[in-house]
């Protein structure tokens, strides 16, 4: 077997994520990315079995990089520059700040302590938020690949359970959120479509909004799906 | 010239519906619409000039068909038998419950006005909701061709504008809604985002969510915009 090489690989992952997120699944072949990643399908085929394959490892990788931002800037209520790197990061390390958060949250029943446990769930999402934001500016070919690909007949169940996983630390914050009376008695599907699906319509509104859409709407969006999936005072 | 026949121009565009949101823009070639609608590429050309006329005339029938619904939901609080059919109904007709929502909207000034012209708000908001999610149950090809035009290349201003005056009666309705003080100092890019794209991403999420999205989701959703788009209390 010929020697395989983690970097073609990584590039094989970028080419498969440019590709469909520019031209969509069904005009992306096989072919079409092994050019784009400068390689012939021949070796495209000693990394990943078929285009499937590959469309799959491309959907988790981004979807990694998006949880991973997601859930560092949860766990990071301090400066960024004290926050470990994205590359470092464990996301089961589940620093003392969301032990703590998750503390305040189960045992707050005065008025009083519910009401700071808000506040540190709220400014938690908010970072979520504005990282998520940044990412999606950075590298917006991320949640273009990530919408299509979980709207599309390649999304199985074995995915998306491998996802919450990775996931877990803001799931749990969640349920913990509903239980504490914070959050609202509502489907995880909803929060992640007022929390996390209104950024991508930010995002993707953007390039074609006429004004474009300002760096005030963005903040008040955040204010938005707070308010959404929050419990009205 | 060959006589040019309504049907016909009706069947192309519903091709073209059905084509680009199975397939997207980029694989729907004229010849493979004429041959979905039945007819011959020679044929399409009577009616439309080139691709880009063809899809522009289906952006545009799609959205007068959603902001009709909208529209005719907006402005009818009697029982839908009492309302007029879709296919009578003139936006710019501003029927009287209309005129008396924006008469109360305008003279609300005392907590317990404001209060019921909030309420009154809510519940026309409340119905073009409803009307929206049954226009996309009915017709789910509707809103995925909407999203996927609005997003594209194809879109200009000049269609934007013209979809804006459509639904003026509905621009003007959230436009004194902020002035009252009963909605948020928000750009209409956000209570288009919050209030509508995320009836689309519900609607997308029911086909690949396991398990499917409740009904319960549903009406919790419209609560959920409400208080995005909403002054708190």
Redesign the interface.
Known sequence: MRHRDEHKQQALLEATLTEVSE??F??TSVARIAKAAGMSPGTVYLYYRDKEALLEATFMEVARRIIDVAIEAFSAPLSSEASQSSEAFQPSDAPDYIVSLEMMMSQASSEETLGAATHQLKSALGRVWQALVSLGHREPALFRFHDQF??SSH?H?SL?IANQEKAAVLLDAFAMGKQSGIL?Q??L??IE??LF??IY??L??E????PP??DE?FD??FE??W???AQ??
């Open positions: 031209h969509g069904a005009v979980l709207h999304m169940e998306k609202k509502i489907d599907v909803l479509i007022f699906r209104t319509s930010l993707q509104g390039g074609c909004q006429i859409i300002s709407s008040q969006a938005m799906a308010d959404a999936i009205r005072p």
